[in-house]
């Protein structure tokens, strides 16, 4: 079995059994390196330089804009727009497309199981516009029944936001179908994709989506760089959603113009040296390849389930088939609370994630109040899953109900 982990530094110096992937993954040496050499070797402010070191600048930068629109198979790269993470991509179109198209009687559609990333910024719209907020239930292992998706979409669904998988669940959502429904019926249809963009290939052509988004540091590269894919013809005809400099054509006293797509939605100074590493990351992804990727993170979560299930008083949310996981196995283990979960598992350098996981709501809809979060990447071992199950089996009795 591969080591991936000494392409980690982290990983690669200390004994963690690092479990929380899902909140952001460890970067490998390639991608800290492409951050470092962009400062090293090309930095000047992109965009505006008219010497040599600027323009080099300028084509790192746009380079690192192809290598994402190859990543996620948009038409063109000026529909690839960067962001800080999913958050910001969201409330951009949020913001730049909902507010201006929205109007009392429109309904927008999000699932019961939306991170607040993408929940907030439609309760925003909706208030502002006095379209309504709709909710689209899952069932308690995560799956939609068609019943329930036929019911929500309507012909005044205007806008749907779905996540690709769900923070808490694993489970990917019906987004094929979901998306198809509210074209038919003449709306559009955001995808967030940050937990989907590091387990799976994102095919945004394919899938046919208006605007996906997702986050760079879920997948290996620096914190601080997003994507927002957009179809064209709407980016186009959306206002931009912060201005300043960098995203104009010519300005006056009066007014301006603003610049061609991509750059009408990035203004200030960019993040360049985020965006070259994310290409390296990316490259980093496709090098092992998402076969390698899928087996690994299939077999650690196997792994997972088959160890949690033995041990009495866990109980594991979601539908316990490795293949509807993505990874991430969430869990409640009785009489304990989630925190008191993560601090023991803690001591053995075991990480993973407890609270509400910013999907407030679909706890609230699964009856609990918090639970705890193991999540792998295809960097993680089976010794480190081992060392996860060992210990939780000692929380109840560490805890003194045992
Ligand atoms: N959506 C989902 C499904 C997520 O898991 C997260 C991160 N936990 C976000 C959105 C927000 O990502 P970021 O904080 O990078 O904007």
């Not at 304990?336 to 598992?345: E, G, T, W, Y």
């Amino acid at each position: 079995m591969t080591d991936y982990k000494k392409d980690f530094p982290l990983l690669a110096e200390s004994d963690i059994a690092y479990l929380d992937n899902a909140a952001t993954e460890q970067r490998p040496a390639c991608v800290l390196d492409a951050e470092r050499e962009f400062y090293e070797r090309w930095n000047a402010n992109p965009l505006r330089g008219l010497y040599e070191l600027g323009v080099e600048a300028t084509e790192q930068y746009e380079h690192a804009r192809e290598r994402v629109a190859r990543f996620v198979h948009a038409k063109s790269e000026r529909e690839i727009i960067f962001t800080r993470n999913t958050t910001e991509g969201i409330n951009l179109v949020a913001y730049s497309y909902a507010l201006s198209r929205l109007k009392p009687g429109d309904e927008i559609l999000v699932t019961i199981m939306e991170h607040h990333s993408n929940l907030l910024p439609w309760q925003m719209a909706a208030r502002q516009t006095g379209a309504t907020l709709k909710y689209l239930e899952c069932e308690p292992d995560g799956s939609f029944t068609e019943e329930k998706i036929r019911d929500a979409v309507t012909p005044h669904t205007k806008l749907a936001a779905l996540t690709l998988v769900s923070n808490v669940l694993g489970r990917a959502t019906p987004a094929e179908k979901l998306i198809g429904m509210v074209h038919e019926n003449g709306g559009v249809v955001l995808a967030d994709a940050a937990q989907a963009a590091p387990h799976m290939p994102i095919d945004v052509t394919a899938l046919d989506v208006d605007f996906l988004a997702f986050s760079g540091h879920k997948l290996m590269a620096p914190m601080g760089i997003g994507v927002l894919y957009g179809k064209q013809e709407l980016l186009e005809e959306m206002p931009p959603f912060l201005t300043g400099g960098e995203m104009i054509d010519r300005v006056t006293r009066e007014g301006a113009v603003f610049a061609e797509l991509p750059h009408k939605f990035e203004a200030g100074t960019v993040n360049a040296g985020g965006a070259a590493a994310l290409a390296a990351a990316i490259d980093y992804l496709e090098s092992i390849g998402w076969k390698e990727i899928t087996e690994r993170e299939e077999m650690l979560t196997a792994q997972l389930l088959a160890g949690m299930k033995k041990i009495p008083g866990v109980h594991i949310l979601g539908s316990g088939d490795e293949k509807e996981h993505c990874g991430i196995v969430s869990f409640t283990v009785d009489d304990v609370h989630p925190h008191d979960i993560a601090s023991i598992l803690d001591e053995a350098h075991v990480a993973v994630r407890a609270g509400h996981h910013c999907a407030q709501p679909l706890l609230e809809w699964l009856g609990i109040s918090s639970c705890a979060r193991a999540s792998v990447a295809f960097y993680n071992t089976p010794e480190d899953v081992g060392r996860f199950l060992d210990q939780l089996a000692q929380v109840r009795r560490m805890m003194g109900y045992e």
